[in-house]
């Protein structure tokens, strides 16, 4: 196993994010098989840096998303945009990611990205579906009734 972090402080755009995630993922030694990127939410399109950070790394399983503060190599970046890295190759490990949506007995609720795969969340259990993860703290507010953000 091996692991590698970085941060991105203060991109101007998501090129950045590409240039520290290709160096990230060289790292490694080998591929990535998971990596989990963190967006600050002081960023206009936090998504764009993660498909950007996606595309440089190439990683078997990718999780993402915005949020209030990025942590990586022993920074916490809360007050300024930034973006956070972590990788992992992960030798006869299988990780598996997929979306959540939230919804009552039948299962049945929003996605947090229209038209991507989801697990979708109820009594009724959950359903599988494949891609990468991409969460937004601001989507899960409003639809828990907060403002977001």
Same mark, same amino acid.
């Given at each position: 196993?091996?692991?590698?972090?970085?941060?991105?402080?203060?991109?101007?755009?998501?090129?950045?994010?590409?240039?520290?995630?290709?160096?990230?993922?060289?790292?490694?030694?080998?591929?990535?098989?998971?990596?989990?990127?963190?967006?600050?939410?002081?960023?206009?399109?936090?998504?764009?840096?993660?498909?950007?950070?996606?595309?440089?790394?190439?990683?078997?399983?990718?999780?993402?998303?915005?949020?209030?503060?990025?942590?990586?190599?022993?920074?916490?970046? =809360?007050? $300024?945009?930034?973006?956070?890295?972590?990788?992992? %190759?992960?030798? *006869?490990?299988? !990780?598996?990611? &997929? /979306?959540?949506?939230?919804?009552?007995?039948?299962?049945?609720?929003?996605?947090?990205?229209?038209? =991507?795969? $989801?697990?979708?969340?109820?009594?009724?259990?959950? %359903?599988?579906? *494949?891609?990468? !993860?991409?969460? &937004? /703290?601001?989507?899960?507010?409003?639809?828990?009734?907060?403002?977001?953000?």
């Amino acid at each position: 196993m091996a692991f590698a972090a970085e941060l991105v402080l203060d991109p101007d755009d998501p090129a950045d994010t590409d240039r520290v995630a290709t160096e990230v993922a060289g790292c490694l030694g080998g591929g990535v098989d998971l990596a989990v990127v963190f967006v600050s939410a002081l960023l206009d399109d936090p998504a764009r840096h993660i498909m950007a950070a996606r595309a440089a790394l190439g990683a078997r399983t990718l999780i993402g998303c915005d949020a209030a503060g990025v942590i990586a190599r022993g920074h916490e970046i =809360e007050h $300024a945009p930034a973006v956070a890295i972590w990788t992992a %190759r992960l030798p *006869g490990i299988e !990780v598996v990611a &997929s /979306h959540v949506t939230f919804g009552g007995e039948s299962g049945d609720g929003e996605p947090l990205f229209p038209g =991507e795969p $989801a697990i979708q969340a109820g009594t009724a259990g959950p %359903r599988r579906a *494949g891609g990468p !993860v991409l969460v &937004s /703290h601001r989507r899960l507010a409003e639809m828990a009734g907060g403002k977001g953000g």
